[in-house]
């Protein structure tokens, strides 16, 4: 079973920060999702990533298969960027999900 | 196209009772995913359906849970005798098939065993 590690637990900064989130999982996966989830909403798909790096607007992903490891980026971080982000490892099957990291951006 | 909608949205029973939780996936989506997200938590893997079989139900906790998808579109999440550990926020997420593909997640129901 895939053991998948986030970090950290809870983090908050200003507004205008770049900030990283790192997620890392123990068994060799097809590929790895960042999701978002806010305050008693749904949770959306942000990245699916297989290998190396994926920009969406002021979020980076990036992957590193041969050290099971992933980090996500935010620049120029906004207060509305304040949520909940997962990381989950995807098998065969269904997903493994980290604890999440719960980022709250200040203004 | 409409995303992937659940019902109901809260759904509070008193412990013992039988539940039933709904999932319409995306149309066209041929795998479906049902979670259980307990406060705090990450969201765990129940059940997955590719179609109308499911290919993998090994995170149902117990034989009080059970899924069914008949027509490979809707699903049923169905709980016996529900108890109080049972509360939590239950998720269905959609794909178009195979691990490489983004699932789509529906808004949960939220369960609560009084």
């Known amino acids: 079973k895939n053991e998948v590690e986030q970090s950290p637990q809870n983090l908050t900064a200003q507004e205008g920060e770049f900030i990283t989130i790192n997620c890392s999982y123990s068994v060799g996966i097809s590929a790895l999702h960042w999701l978002q989830q806010h305050p008693g909403g749904g949770i959306v798909s942000l990245f699916m990533?297989?290998?190396g790096k994926k920009k969406h607007g002021r979020l980076i992903a990036t992957i590193n298969i041969q050290e099971k490891h992933s980090s996500l980026h935010i620049t120029a971080s906004h207060p509305r960027d304040s949520a909940v982000y997962i990381c989950a490892a995807g098998g065969a099957d269904g997903l493994t999900f980290g604890k999440g990291t719960h980022l709250i951006i200040q203004p | 196209g409409a995303g992937v909608s659940q019902t109901p949205s809260n759904k509070v029973t008193e412990k013992g009772k039988y539940v039933e939780l709904r999932c319409d996936p995306i149309?066209?989506?041929?795998?479906l995913y049902w979670y259980r997200q307990s406060l705090g938590q990450g969201p765990e893997f129940l059940i997955y359906?590719?179609?109308?079989?499911?290919?993998?139900d090994s995170g149902l906790p117990n034989d009080r849970f059970f899924a069914v998808r008949p027509e490979g579109s809707v699903s049923t999440l169905k709980i016996q005798r529900t108890e109080r550990g049972d509360s939590a926020v239950y998720l269905c997420?959609?794909?178009?098939?195979?691990?490489?593909?983004?699932?789509?997640f529906g808004p949960g129901t939220r369960l609560t065993v009084l």
């Open positions: 359906f590719q179609g109308t079989g499911a290919a993998d």
């Open positions: 149309s066209g989506h041929t795998a």
């Open positions: 990533l297989s290998s």
């Open positions: 997420a959609s794909s178009s098939g195979g691990s490489l593909n983004t699932q789509y």
